[in-house]
T-cell receptor, first 113, second 117 residues
């Protein structure tokens, strides 16, 4: 079975540009999570969805960040405008029948110059 | 509030040594789940094990074993006869029934394990 798929794997952009990260969860999973990992702050939950509906976005750092889940098989995390401090690895994870277990994608390494 | 503490920031061992990674947690929930994840140098996060708060049986999977003790709020992870491929950052995590957000994982800061040949 395919795991969580994220694209792109690496993204280098300049400050002020819009960045869109994409995620395809494991088929049949009804929870989707976006995390950010940095050396300073470790793993932080940004937002999570249940059945395509955002449940908790309290971890989204500021209005420059937005996330959508238009259907059960696709989600995006958008940063507009991007700033150098947004540089991090962004992980998408999904969860389903195995209660509370989250399966992570390979991550997107974002560098904002 | 939930908290996970991994006091060991880095551990270095020689291949074939046994190594234990410590995890101590805090929660007010009576029902909760504990997890271990592995993050190898390639960067992905790999799920290793889930344990619920009502199941204090220790678990063994090959060279891996986990010791869950509610009395000391600990969920320690032991690798027997370590191998170079075990080199990774290992994260302990916790989730519980807190205000309905029972899918929110609280991660420890991780332990970097280096296994030298």
């Amino acid at each position: 079975d395919a795991g969580v798929i994220q694209s792109p794997r690496h993204e280098v952009t300049e400050m002020g540009q819009e960045v869109t990260l994409r995620c395809k969860p494991i088929s049949g999973h009804d929870y989707l999570f976006w995390y950010r990992q940095t050396m300073m702050r470790g793993l932080e939950l940004l937002i999570y969805f249940n059945n395509n509906v955002p449940i908790d976005d309290s971890g989204m750092p500021e209005d420059r960040f937005s996330a959508k889940m238009p259907n059960a098989s696709f989600s995006t995390l958008k940063i507009q405008p991007s700033e150098p401090r947004d540089s991090a690895v962004y992980f998408c994870a999904s969860g389903g029948p195995e209660r509370y277990t989250q399966y992570f994608g390979p991550g997107t390494r974002l560098t904002v110059l | 509030a939930q908290k996970v503490t991994q006091a060991q920031t880095e551990i270095s061992v020689v291949e074939k040594e046994d190594v234990t990674l410590d995890c101590v947690y805090e929660t007010r929930d009576t029902t909760y789940y504990l997890f271990w994840y592995k993050q190898p140098p390639s960067g992905e996060l790999v799920f290793l094990i889930r344990r619920n708060s009502f199941d204090e049986q220790n678990e063994i999977s090959g060279r891996y074993s986990w010791n869950f003790q509610k009395s000391t709020s600990s969920f320690n992870f032991t690798i027997t006869a370590s191998q170079v491929v075990d080199s990774a950052v290992y994260f302990c995590a916790l989730t519980g029934y807190s205000g309905g957000s029972n899918y929110k994982l609280t991660f420890g800061k991780g332990t970097l394990l280096t296994v030298n040949p």
